[in-house]
C-alpha cells in the first residue's frame, strides 16, 4: 500500500506542477487541479478496496497523513474556485474587504473543531486508534465526512477533518498573501522589518529553487506539509528577492541535461572540500 500511495502521490504532484507552470489564470488552475486530484482520489480509493492494510500503523498513517494529503488539495482549490469567482470587481479597498472578510470567516470556522482541532495541532497520537481506523467511531464522537468522501469504508471521518485543517491553512496563506499585495507590502518593503534579515541572496534564482524543492521533499517543514510555494514565500522575504513562478523555475531546471540538483552538487562539494582542509589541518 506505502508503495502505491507513493508512486500515486508523486504522479499527482507531478501534474500539479506542470498546471502551475504552464497556467497563469487562477480559476484555470484551479479547475485543471481539481480534475487531477480527484483523479488521484479516485485511484487511491479503489486501491484502498483492492488491498488491505498490513498492520493498524500502516492504516493510521493512512487515514492521518497519507490520504488527507491529497484531499486537502481537493478542498483546497474547491474552495478557491469558488472565493475567486466571486471576487468582487472594481477599487482595490473593495477587494481587499471581501478577502478580509472570508479570512475572518476562516479563522472562526477553526472554533467547530474544538478538541479534536486541539488534539490534531499539538501532535498528539495517544488517541490515534480511534480517530484514524475504521469502525471504532462511536456515534457520540461527532463523525464527519465531507461531500467528496463520504463512504464510511473508505474514511474514518477524522482523515476528512484533517483534511479541512490542512486546505484551511493553505487558503489562510493565499488570502494574506493577496492582502498584502493589495496593500502594496512586498518582500522588498518587509525586509526592513526587525524579524526578517538583511541576507540578500546574490546566487541564481534556480539555485534557491533547488534547494526549496530538496528541503520541501525532505520534509523539514510543519512536519513535511507545507508546500512548495509557502516555503517560496519566506525565503523571499528572508533573502530578499523575488522568485515569480517558481513552478516554471523547476520545470526548467527538471529538463536539464547536467541534471536537476546543479546548485546542490556544487555547494555539496564545497563543503566536502571545506571540511577536508579542517581534516587535513589535523593529520599535519
Not at 487562477?26 to 484502498?48: G, Y
Not at 497523513?65 to 482595490?92: C, M, N, Q, V
Request: proline share 2%.
Amino acid at each position: 500500500m506505502k508503495k502505491f500511495i507513493t508512486d500515486l502521490t508523486a504522479a499527482w504532484d507531478n501534474e500539479l506542477q506542470i498546471i502551475q507552470a504552464n497556467e497563469e489564470q487562477i480559476i484555470k488552475i484551479c479547475e485543471a487541479a481539481i480534475n487531477v486530484t480527484k483523479k488521484a482520489l479516485s485511484e487511491l480509493r479503489a486501491e484502498l478496496l483492492r488491498t488491505d492494510f498490513q498492520s493498524k500503523e500502516e492504516e493510521i498513517w493512512f487515514f492521518k497523513e497519507a490520504k488527507p494529503s491529497i484531499l486537502s488539495k481537493l478542498i483546497y482549490y474547491d474552495k478557491l474556485y469558488h472565493l475567486e469567482i466571486r471576487r468582487p470587481l472594481g477599487r482595490e479597498k473593495l477587494v481587499r474587504k471581501y478577502l478580509e472578510n472570508e479570512m475572518l470567516h476562516l479563522e472562526h470556522s477553526y472554533d467547530s473543531y474544538s478538541e479534536f482541532y486541539f488534539y490534531y495541532r499539538t501532535g498528539q497520537a495517544s488517541l490515534d486508534e480511534v480517530y484514524f481506523t475504521r469502525g471504532l467511531q462511536s456515534e457520540s464522537t461527532n463523525w464527519e465526512a465531507t461531500a467528496f468522501d463520504a463512504d464510511p469504508n473508505l474514511s474514518t471521518g477524522y482523515d476528512c477533518k484533517v483534511a479541512r485543517i490542512i486546505a484551511q491553512d493553505m487558503l489562510l496563506q493565499y488570502l494574506n498573501t493577496e492582502i498584502r499585495r493589495l496593500k502594496g507590502i512586498s518582500f522588498t518593503s518587509l525586509s526592513h522589518t526587525p524579524q526578517n534579515s538583511n541576507l540578500q541572496w546574490t546566487g541564481p534564482k534556480t539555485g534557491l529553487v533547488e534547494l526549496i524543492y530538496a528541503l520541501a521533499q525532505a520534509g523539514v517543514f510543519n512536519n513535511g506539509k507545507a508546500d512548495y510555494k509557502e516555503i517560496a514565500q519566506h525565503f523571499e522575504t528572508m533573502f530578499n528577492i523575488p522568485l515569480d513562478n517558481i513552478y516554471k523555475i523547476f520545470e526548467k531546471i527538471r529538463s536539464r541535461e547536467c541534471g536537476p540538483t546543479t546548485f546542490l552538487d556544487s555547494v555539496k562539494v564545497k563543503l566536502i572540500d571545506y571540511t577536508e582542509k579542517f581534516h587535513q589541518l589535523r593529520i599535519n
